[in-house]
């Protein structure tokens, strides 16, 4: 019912930039916390950034200073601008959306597809 699609992925040279967005479109009212992770072959998914529903954001340590999660709330698309990209942030990113539903009710565990990020050395 409710979907997210990611685009923004690519390859990209070591301090170069990228911008990543997951737009949600179904039975959706809005976005609430949302969150970037990563997941490179054979290791476990991690949280790269966060953001509550009031706006506030946290970072991976690798990644402050770095990177910026962000929110167009008139387009229900979640963002993360990724700067200063290193090779290991290569990895295949997801999108994770709490939302309010068209009914009113929240609901959460909603994932994009994910889109792959290389950075070459």
């Known amino acids: 019912q409710v979907q997210l699609v990611e685009s923004g992925g690519g390859l990209v040279q070591a301090g170069g930039s990228l911008r990543l967005s997951c737009a949600a479109s179904?039975?959706?009212?809005?976005?609430?916390?949302a969150a970037w992770y990563r997941q490179a072959p054979g290791e476990q998914r991690e949280l790269v950034a966060q953001?509550?529903?009031?706006?506030?954001?946290d970072y991976a340590d690798s990644v402050k200073g770095r990177f910026i999660i962000s929110r167009d709330n008139a387009k229900n698309t979640l963002y993360l601008q990724m700067n200063s990209l290193k090779p290991e942030d290569t990895a295949v990113y997801y999108c994770?959306?709490?939302?309010?539903?068209?009914?009113?009710?929240?609901?959460?565990?909603?994932w994009g597809q994910g889109t792959q990020v290389t950075v070459s050395s």
């Open positions: 179904g039975s959706i009212r809005s976005i609430n916390a």
């Open positions: 994770n959306i709490d939302i309010i539903t068209t009914w009113g009710i929240p609901s959460s565990g909603y």
């Open positions: 953001i509550t529903r009031g706006g506030n954001t």
